[in-house]
């Protein structure tokens, strides 16, 4: 197989532009899109026409606008190429027009009241910075989304904006500090995506698993992650089959697919991509859980990208490896071999600071789901305490500049295997810190905090625009400076003094850190519903207004579908649990007790009565358990109908968070406890057959 030949089949990239299209054509389309000019109506049609020849040779019949509504996932409605002819015939067509523009409903998507059942008309246009692809044999043709009113509805939109004011802010200090070279600078972004493969069968035992992508219930197993052996181990035959088929098809659709292993946690396993720029990375991120799902269906398997879908086992993020980057591919965040002397570096390094210290609230929003909630602040998540992690060279690099002081780079120490067979290798000047919600890890930022099953795309549109608002005050001060450099030690002197508290190089586990953390005044928002309060804070409105990311009125809408989605997920937990205890434990519970109780019978018949003390026991437990459940599950119901009546969704949440959560832990543990009994009756695969059967 020729990996190089094989790689980008499916994506209509430069390599088919350039097959398909004029010479003249192809070189107007990149010079386009290289100064992010519009394209004219007849080299769209010319490109039209190229991309629907490329496609039908590669066997599609049919084409998508593929957009990102806000609803975490992927929308596509299929048109085919099928056009009348004289005659009773049939053409293949496919014009610019159809190519840039597409509609949609848009009443049917999340809108947080922008738009009215009613008012039915949105609009999806062409983003051609992101290739075409094929997929199911249909042409895919990214695109944002918008409404009849031109409202952003979509993930994408804001996005490309925030790329956009930053390279327009990181062009500005760049030309301030004498760069005529740099035609435009970008932010990069590598996805690790975190997932768990379980056997299909038994996938489709579970409901809750099928309706909600975590288990309601679930005992703890007798043997987790407890021995470590999981982690890096070698994979299963069915795992490994899975991998190499997923690489394949990842990288027909130009996707890095790089790296590959088991996690931590039983069944747990990552997948990582090399860097892309931001858009693109979105993109392809989103593609890859598509894919992951689908190819684990033909193997027998289910992928579960849920946060949290193990009761005490590690869950499942997804690392957000943020940097940025210039048109001639130097990287702004890397230090160089003497950090102290790159003023750059320390510069744009002193705008991320401020940048998260600031907007520490809007990060900790960018990774609150319902899922997250289940999985922050656990060994296999950093707290939701945002704080900055450097590390001692690069802390000390910074505070020599910010305070004159005399800087001594750690040493370069070589590392002496004990078998002199072994090569020596130099010893890296920092460690990495796993518990660090956003970790410097040499020439990047790795944001480990969102959430498996989340788009990447509000992490990323928080840090560009966070970033490039910070950037445009250090423009203004250095583009009105009479000595550039001396503004440059004055700025890194000030955001150091006035954001240093952001920056935390030690365990972030430690109970020590949170209490350190409030004295430091920094934030703690523990829940999903907290963090969401604060999204449409007015100063939030007026960064994202100020940017022209979001008008005020887009932006509360998103804050309202925060909330709206974090409702309906959660209610669609809570009677996901109560129809599972009604209809399959409740009967289970009971068919115990109906078992127990016929041994006890059978036993006072023949005169053994003082020997059955044990099932007595558990008779009487049986008997406790089912009237515990009963009133479990009357409560619950109870919650439920009282909260899906308000009508305030701020209101719901917080009432959700406060009453039906509770009530729902409860619950679990009287049914878990029902496990542990080791009742036959009990109806559902257990932690042991879910974890260990692959």
Not at 40 to 62: E, L, N
Not at 398 to 418: C, F, G
Not at 438 to 459: C, D, H, P, Q, Y
Request: net charge negative; hydrophobic share 40%.
């Amino acid at each position: 197989m020729n990996i190089p030949e094989l790689f980008g089949t499916n994506v209509f990239n430069e390599r088919a532009m350039e097959e398909y299209l004029e010479p003249e054509d192809f070189g107007k389309l990149l010079s386009a899109l290289a100064k992010g000019c519009e394209l004219d109506i007849t080299i769209a049609d010319k490109i039209a026409d190229a991309m629907k020849r490329w496609a039908i040779d590669k066997g599609a019949t049919h084409y998508t606008h593929w957009f990102q509504p806000m609803t975490g996932i992927t929308a596509e409605k299929h048109n085919s190429f099928v056009s009348p002819s004289a005659g009773g015939g049939a053409i293949m067509e496919f014009s610019g027009k159809e190519l840039i523009k597409g509609e949609s409903d848009a009443s049917s998507f999340p809108s947080g009241g922008l738009r009215a059942t009613f008012e039915a008309r949105g609009y999806t246009a062409w983003d051609p910075t992101s290739f075409a692809f094929i997929k199911d044999g249909v042409l895919c043709i990214p695109t944002a989304f918008c409404s009849y009113g031109g409202e952003i509805l979509d993930k994408k939109t804001p996005l490309l904006r925030s790329m956009e004011i930053l390279n327009k802010h990181s062009m500005r200090i760049l030309r301030a500090l004498g760069d005529r070279e740099t035609n435009h600078v970008l932010s990069t972004v590598g996805a690790e995506q975190e997932y768990f493969l379980i056997d299909r069968k038994l996938y489709e035992r579970r409901i809750d698993l099928k309706l909600t992508g975590r288990t309601l219930f679930g005992a703890k197993p007798p043997k987790g992650q407890e021995l470590d052996e999981h982690f890096l181990g070698s994979l299963r035959p069915r795992v490994s089959e899975y991998m190499k088929e997923l690489d394949l098809e990842l990288w027909k659709l130009g996707i890095y697919s790089k790296t590959e292993h088991n996690e931590v946690a039983p069944s747990q396993h990552e997948l990582a991509p090399i860097f892309e720029t931001t858009n693109i990375a979105c993109d392809q991120n989103q593609l890859i859980m598509e894919m992951m799902k689908r190819i684990a269906e033909k193997h027998g398997l289910a992928c579960l990208l849920h946060e949290k879908p193990f009761n005490g086992v590690n869950g499942s993020g997804k690392h957000n490896n943020w940097s940025i980057s210039t048109s001639l591919g130097k990287n702004l965040l890397k230090p160089g071999k003497e950090p102290e002397k790159n003023l750059s570096f320390l510069l744009f390094l002193s705008a991320v600071i401020k940048a998260v210290d600031v907007h520490q609230d809007l990060l900790r929003v960018s990774a609150a789901t319902a899922g997250n909630d289940y999985r922050l602040g656990g060994d296999e998540a950093p707290p939701a305490i945002i704080s900055i992690y450097l590390g001692d060279d690069i802390t000390q690099a910074l505070e020599s500049v910010a305070y004159h002081r005399d800087y001594r780079s750690a040493d370069k120490i070589k590392m002496n295997p004990v078998a002199n067979v072994l090569p020596d290798f130099t010893k890296d000047t920092a460690d990495r810190n796993r518990t660090s919600p956003f970790a410097f890890t040499g020439n990047k930022f790795e944001f480990r905090m969102v959430g498996s099953s989340m788009s990447i795309a509000e992490a990323n549109i928080i840090l560009n625009t966070a970033v490039a608002d910070v950037l445009s005050g250090f423009a203004d001060i250095l583009e009105d400076a009479f000595d550039v450099e001396q503004a440059m030690y004055d700025i890194i002197h000030d955001t150091y003094e006035a954001h240093k508290r952001i920056i935390f190089n030690g365990n972030n586990y430690s109970k020590e850190w949170e209490l350190e953390a409030e004295a430091r005044g920094l934030k703690n928002y523990t829940t999903t519903v907290e963090a969401f309060d604060h999204f449409t804070d007015d100063k939030n409105i007026e960064l994202f207004a100020r940017h022209n990311i979001f008008t005020p009125t887009e932006l509360r809408s998103r804050g309202m579908i925060m909330f709206e989605n974090y409702n309906k997920l959660m209610l669609i937990e809570a009677k996901t649990m109560s129809e599972m205890a009604k209809k399959e434990v409740l009967p289970s519970v009971m068919k115990e007790e109906t078992e127990l109780l016929r041994i006890v019978e059978k036993t006072n018949v023949v005169g053994l009565k003082g020997r059955i003390s044990n099932t007595l026991s558990r008779l009487d437990y049986a008997v406790e358990a089912y009237e515990t459940l009963c009133d479990n599950i009357t409560e619950l119901d109870e919650a439920v109908e009282k909260g899906s009546a308000l009508t305030d969704e701020r209101e719901k949440a917080f009432f959700i968070r406060d009453t039906i959560r509770p009530i729902m832990a409860k619950t679990r543990k009287t049914v878990d406890e029902f496990e542990k009994t080791g009742s036959t009756k009990y109806p559902y695969p257990s932690y042991c057959d879910l974890l260990f059967s692959v």
